[in-house]
């Protein structure tokens, strides 16, 4: 679905500080969403934490950085980094072009899927809770 | 409520929006990095009615602003628009503005948004009887028009012709059928204008946006995204940000601005303490190997603490992190190694004397035919 113009696909999950994360499998892919990367801009710098280190849930797991200012990224859901997205290295802009695929920005092995999934949105919660940060 | 331009509905349709001192200004319409580069490849127009602007009018106002500059003023030619600082009695810097002559005794003075209150007491404070001080900022419109194309863009518009108009020169003219005063003057290091617009108001700003929408037509709206980082690439500082009421033009590295014995003029007696010796710290330009340097960032020698971010952007067009900061003195010239610390990695970046870019190629020294 859209809110305001920014994507919120049915699918994923949310967190109130925008990122998104998606089951596949038995791993989850953590992003940032269409509205946290409409309001960075411009992306030009991707930080990431390296693969086998430990990333907790609503902890910083890196930034995301625009020209105009840096945002931290907090990770959805605790585990073990299984991929780093290597190519935003090179093409930081895949954040902002693709925020929900091409632009994803590291894969997990949960630690603890069932129970911390349960504090994220679904797409609805998060449309719905996007329309009332826009209404104001 | 935040205070509006004559151009906020053109803004609120297209931009995203932002407040920058008190008013609701566009931060970009479509990336700062597009914008960006439109102004350094082609043309850039960026509504700046946010800046305060004041008429000093009166026999005795050559003398006035004599008293609160540090540039000659009697000695600049009709016609002439040049940059200058604003001091406090301790050589401090209140404000960087740019004067127009537009006669003997008639004066545009264009002064930041955030300062324009402190500007207008310090100079009412120090205004002789005869002088008069009008306050065109509500009852004008200002528009820059930036970059290599933005003279064929502007022409379009103006009666003047503008191959006659030289870089810090000004002249009052029609634009679109308006009045307006036309300065080649900016801020982004590029060629380009600045206009001011007359008797546009928020009741009947149908001039200011005729004469957007038409440059519109030939340049690329910019917002304060882009006019933040073209200023930085440019090296250009920020009032507030890289240059304060406790930096002298010496620590500011603006003391070209200067005229050679000049003295009579607040802040003087307080700069004279230079003669002997130079400032302890210094503002300098910084361009990062990796990571973005911002304001508040430390800046590391070998023997320990070197200085401080002031400001500093990514640059859209070298691709990496440049900054403007302030550093001791004794490890200042250009060349000399120095870590940041970003968010607690140290990164490599070396002091640079801006602009950051290749005066060959962007800025408005370029040669020619690129």
Redesign the interface.
Known sequence: MEVHGYQVPEGLLYTKEHEWAKKEGSVVKIGITDYAAKTL??V??VTSPKPHSTVEKSKSMG?V????A?SEVYSPISGTVTKVNADLDSHPELV?KSPYSEGWLVEVAPSNFATESRSLMDAGAYAAYLNTLLAK | MPKTTQLYDYHAAHAKLTEFAGYEMPLWYTTTTEEHLAVRNASGIFDVSHMARFVAKGERATGFLEGMVPTAVQAQPLGKAFYTLLLNDRGGIIDDLIIEKLAADRYMVVVNAANAQTDMRHMMSHAPSGLTLDDLTETTAMIAVQGPGAAASLQQLADLDLSQLKRFRCAETKVAGEDALISRTGYTGEDGFEVIVYYASKSTPNGALKVWERLAATSTPCGLGARDSLRLEAGLPLHGSDIDQDTDPFEADLAWVMTAGKSGYIGADALSKYRDSGPRVIRRGLIMEAGVARHGFDILDESGSLGSVTSGTFSPLLRKGVALCKVRSDNSAYGTHVGVLVRDVRQNGAITKPPFYDELLYGWKRQKGN
């Open positions: 801009n411009d030009v710098y930034t950085e625009s020209i105009k840096v902002n």
